[in-house]
């Protein structure tokens, strides 16, 4: 393999490693139920903080707290996986490497 390929590729590796570690002090932040619920959560999907509205929180209707915790979940999730392929994609020129993201 030619030796300025390989450079290239330690290089890339190497920004990839550092990318990934900022991943972890990034974070993104979502809310659901007009702000009674919000999550936020790094760029490795790890949850960082749960906040809830107290008036969120009625023994009265639990099913729709857990609703709203279900979609701020699931909108901090989809905020942070797109923080990290924007992130990877900078890098790797746009190129989708398989099981990278």
């Known amino acids: 393999m030619d030796p300025r390929m390989m450079k290239q590729m330690q290089q890339m590796q190497n920004k990839m490693l550092k990318a ?7 974070s993104v932040t ?3 139920g007009g702000g009674a619920v919000t999550v936020k959560m790094n760029g490795h999907h790890e949850v960082l903080e749960v906040m809830l509205d107290p008036d969120a929180v ?3 209707d639990v099913e729709m707290l857990q ?5 701020a979940f699931n909108e901090a ?5 797109d923080m990290a392929q924007k992130k990877m ?3 790797t020129g746009g190129l989708n490497i398989p099981g990278l993201f």
């Not at 990934?20 to 990034?26: D, H, I, P, T």
């Not at 999730?77 to 996986?81: G, I």
């Open 58 to 60: 009625s023994p009265d």
């Open 77 to 81: 999730l989809t905020k942070a996986q």
């Open 89 to 91: 994609s900078a890098i």
């Open 30 to 32: 979502a809310t659901s």
């Open 67 to 71: 609703d709203m915790l279900v979609a």
């Open 20 to 26: 990934q570690e900022e991943l972890a002090n990034e």
